[in-house]
């Protein structure tokens, strides 16, 4: 295993724990949030560096090496980026279903008085859905260029 995944290990392991101490020694309405960031940061920072120290012993290192190379071919096969593709494609197009359809519940929900502050709900949809659709063109026109 690269040395540089170890160093992203202890980076999280750092950032865990100082979430942690800011949890401890400030009293704010944030002190939930800093708790669940340090929970992940540092079950994911260990988490990492036990895999680490598993596949850099010597006994392990060959079968990293195979699985390894398996996962790298799986990841270049035409196929398999050609279905990541598809699928990228579809979870957009879900997402901007939801996100409209969103726009028309919380309207509807506002109107008739079921929430509060709906037009920020609103507004801050029809925001997401112009940046994600921003994106997909400046993404989309981007690798035209570069392929065509």
Not at 31 to 36: I, V
Request: proline fraction near 1%; hydrophobic fraction near 45%; charge should be positive.
């Amino acid at each position: 295993m690269e040395k540089n995944y170890l160093n992203k290990s202890i980076l999280l392991v750092l950032i865990g724990i100082c979430l942690v101490l800011t949890a401890i020694f400030t009293e704010s309405v944030f002190d939930g949030l800093f708790w669940g960031l340090a929970g992940g940061t540092l079950g994911l920072g260990i988490t990492m560096i036990i895999k680490y120290i598993y596949w850099s012993a010597p006994k392990n290192i060959e079968r990293y090496r195979d699985i390894a190379e398996k996962d790298d071919i799986n990841i270049h096969d035409e196929l398999n980026e050609k279905i990541r593709d598809k699928a990228g494609r579809m979870a957009y197009l879900t997402g901007l279903i939801i996100i409209c359809v969103s726009e028309v519940v919380f309207s509807i929900l506002g109107k008739i008085g079921a929430i509060t502050d709906h037009k920020i709900i609103v507004l801050y949809l029809i925001g997401l859905l112009v940046i994600q659709i921003m994106a997909w063109s400046i993404t989309y026109n981007h690798h035209r260029k570069k392929y065509s």
